[in-house]
């Protein structure tokens, strides 16, 4: 039977990796983007031509935006699981966030993705072995001054998380967390050699991680002999900040 994802924010370094890797493991997919439509329709592209059994559709949405979400999942017939993925931040001193700043960044990762997820259980609910899987930061428990917003939402992600599996297990549904550490995407390009070098040196493993090294939680998240894992944040840290 063909299994559904989607995939929230997958014009970004691991949403694009993660859409490779499930591809290759069988998923037909639903790619989300807000603004990089070149990347995403050229990634449906390149993966119909390679896995030509499956479907790969490439669907624009506003995470910003709450008013048009019933529109944006009528357009989606079938899902298995959701993956959200999608990410900003901002990097300054709490006392500078404005209120448009915090208004953008609990729409995109907290507010946006429950209203999603309320209008998608059904759909969720049908395989009995649907998946909620978030892409979540160590910083949601360690916080992180100069991200302490970024550090808010994204520990609001696993307090999600951890009540919601509570009501959607008898479904068959699971949701958890997987938690990075510093990963090299280009949300992280922004800061200096120095900046980079430094943070290296305090990872325990020795390096940043390679998006491949988030998609792998994902990926065995999404199993259906993951059935009883459920409520739970995974940090994927390399032992950085535990």
């Not at 959607?168 to 900046?195: C, E, H, W, Y």
């Not at 998006?211 to 792998?216: F, I, Q, T």
Request: glycine share 8%; proline share 3%; charged share 15%.
């Amino acid at each position: 039977m063909r299994r559904w994802a989607l995939v929230v924010g997958a014009s970004g370094d691991i949403g694009a990796a993660l859409a490779n890797q499930l591809a290759a493991d069988g998923w037909s997919l639903y790619l989300h983007y807000h603004q990089n439509a070149a990347r995403v329709e050229a990634a449906c592209a390149a993966l119909s031509a390679a896995y030509p059994k499956q479907d790969f559709l490439a669907v624009p949405y506003d995470l910003t935006d709450v008013a048009h979400l019933d529109d944006f999942i009528g357009q989606l017939f079938a899902v298995d699981a959701v993956i959200f993925a999608a990410g900003q931040t901002y990097y300054h001193l709490f006392k500078d966030t404005t209120a448009t700043e915090l208004s953008a960044l609990f729409r995109v990762h907290l507010l946006t993705p429950m209203a999603m997820l309320a209008g998608l259980q059904d759909k969720l609910a049908r395989s009995g072995q649907g998946r909620v899987v978030f892409i979540g930061s160590v910083y949601g428990a360690a916080g992180s001054a100069m991200e302490v917003a970024y550090s808010a939402v994204k520990g609001g992600q696993s307090a999600f998380v951890h009540a919601y599996a509570k009501e959607v297990a008898s479904l068959g549904i699971t949701a958890n967390v997987v938690a990075p550490g510093a990963v090299a995407t280009k949300m992280n390009r922004q800061f200096d050699a120095a900046t980079l070098a430094a943070v290296q040196a305090d990872i325990p493993a020795g390096r940043f991680a390679q998006p491949g090294d988030v998609c792998y939680f994902v990926r065995t998240l999404l199993d259906p002999a993951a059935a009883y894992l459920t409520g739970q944040t995974l940090y994927v840290t390399g032992g950085w900040l535990q």
